[in-house]
């Protein structure tokens, strides 16, 4: 019984340990995909689980965000945007043990009522780099990091945002 569990361990981390960057890529534009879809869908069960309990988000200037901050805005968001869409494609990863960390551009279009009491088309175009990790057969994501994002608010340009440095618009 030992000797079988002991195998059976092996093999899981082997086939954890030999999993390739495309097979790594291919499961983590999946979860980008179901992510979306979860939100488009106000879903939060079902997009908070691509996280991990020990989740940070860092913003533009470099300040860390909690799982809970930002899972909480996000819902925020989620219950009254119309109009989705979110794509996010990884253009890059490199798999190290039991950590994948991708470069991902992002594509992000919906309409949000805002504070002036009116309803406006925003897209948010990025550029992060997010590390998963590898949990059992999932892969779940540890960290993301802003390197670049464009807000654009009804047409018009409100922010450019490069590696933490606002830049803005003219």
Known sequence: MIFKT??????MLGS???ASTD??????DAN???L?????????????KFYADDFVSLDAKGKSISRSNVLST??????VATSVEWKRKVTKVTVSGGLATATVSGYFAATLPMPDKKS????VRTLNENVWKRVGHSWLMKRSK????TLVQDGHLMTRTVRRRVIPPK
């Open 6 to 11: 002991a195998l059976f361990a092996l093999l």
């Open 16 to 18: 954890m340990a030999f």
């Open 23 to 28: 097979d790594v890529k291919k499961q983590l």
């Open 32 to 34: 980008y995909e179901a």
């Open 36 to 48: 979306g879809a979860a939100f488009k869908r106000k879903d939060m069960g079902a997009f908070a």
């Open 74 to 79: 996000l819902g925020s968001e989620m219950k």
């Open 120 to 123: 406006h088309k925003i897209q």
């Open 146 to 149: 802003p390197i670049s994002s």
